[in-house]
């Protein structure tokens, strides 16, 4: 098959072209693609194979000369998992000097705040300090985030008692709720649901969900939230009836780093979603713009619980 005048294949390939060779000239170009293979090649959890695809054009002045195409599987070569025991590692060594970031930030946090008090409200450099003290609060909540997401696989299960946990939670919750003149109403159809998890995990989806739906509020919205029991599942609702989630951005919301707001890490719902369905669980949400939104997470009761 001659491939001369052939630029259609071109299509398949990335922007990124290297000169192989002046004269003749040659060039080769880059290209990177996801092949998902379904029905015959049916992998039992996912019910298809994904393989990275990785080629390469290479052609003169008249056209492609040949395709190299490299084709990784999914199967892990002794490379592969010796690359991934050290990126384990890796991850280990970030999260503790995440952590040890943290007390540094609080104490920095606490002299801030003592400058501040020390300043009038006149006084320029008191901008700076609230500038500053903001984005250590930034800065706290990262580390937070990301030692969330370092520990998501770890294994500290108990039995945590879902109603007590969630009305803990609303505790936190009360004074903003009440300076912000929100309606909150809670319902439980069945106060004895338990959970076998990691009881700072679950507190994490529950925070995200109604600090998210506390931040989507206007002042004297409503949120509601409902925890039911139903067919061997935990359902908890969060419904608020703040601003909706537009058609533009409902795609990305549970992205790492998307957000929409100025001080938003946009970590929120994607750990949730990590740790939701790091118990089998689901999480997933109903939203119209200018009438509010509801989030559900479904997490199943195994046998032993
Ligand atoms: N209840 C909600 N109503 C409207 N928009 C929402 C709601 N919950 C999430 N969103 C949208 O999803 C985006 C991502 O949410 P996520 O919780 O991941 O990050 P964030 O709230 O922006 O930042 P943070 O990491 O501090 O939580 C938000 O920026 C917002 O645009
Ligand atoms: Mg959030």
């Not at 298809?48 to 003169?60: E, G, L, M, P, S």
């Not at 949400?285 to 619980?305: C, L, R, Y």
């Amino acid at each position: 098959m001659s491939l001369r005048h052939s630029y259609v294949f071109e299509d398949l390939f990335t922007d990124k072209s290297y000169k192989l060779s002046e004269d003749p000239a040659i060039y080769i170009k880059e290209g990177s693609h996801t092949v998902v293979l379904e029905n015959n090649f049916q992998n039992e959890k996912t019910g298809c194979r994904t393989f990275n695809v990785n080629t390469a054009i290479v052609r003169n002045e008249q056209g492609v000369l040949g395709v190299i195409v490299y084709c990784e599987g999914e199967g892990k070569s002794e490379d592969d998992k010796a690359t991934s025991e050290s990126l384990s590692v890796i991850g280990e060594l970030a999260a503790s000097a995440v952590h040890e970031i943290k007390n540094p930030l609080f104490s920095i946090r606490g002299f801030l705040q003592i400058l501040d008090n020390t300043l009038s409200e006149s006084d320029k450099r008191k901008e700076y300090v609230k500038i500053m003290i903001s984005e250590v609060d930034r800065l706290e909540s990262l580390t937070k985030d990301f030692l969330m997401l370092a520990k998501i696989k770890s294994d500290s299960k108990e039995l945590v008692w879902v109603c007590e946990l969630i009305k803990e939670v609303i505790e936190l919750y009360k004074s903003s709720f009440e300076k912000k003149k929100i309606r909150f109403r809670l319902y439980m159809n069945d106060e004895s649901i338990f959970l076998w998890a990691d009881r700072d995990q679950l507190e994490q989806v529950f925070i995200n969900l109604i600090q998210n739906a506390f931040e989507a509020v206007e002042e004297g919205g409503s949120i509601d939230i409902i925890v039911s029991k139903l067919n061997e599942k935990v359902k908890v609702e969060v419904k608020d009836n703040g601003r909706g989630i537009g058609p533009e951005v409902k795609d990305k919301i549970f992205s790492p780093f998307f957000t929409t707001k100025k001080n938003g890490t946009g970590l929120g719902l994607f750990i949730s979603k990590r740790i939701v369905e790091n118990y089998g669980g689901n999480i997933y949400f109903n939203s119209a713009q200018e009438e509010g939104t509801t989030f559900v997470v479904e997490f199943p009761i195994g046998k032993d619980h």
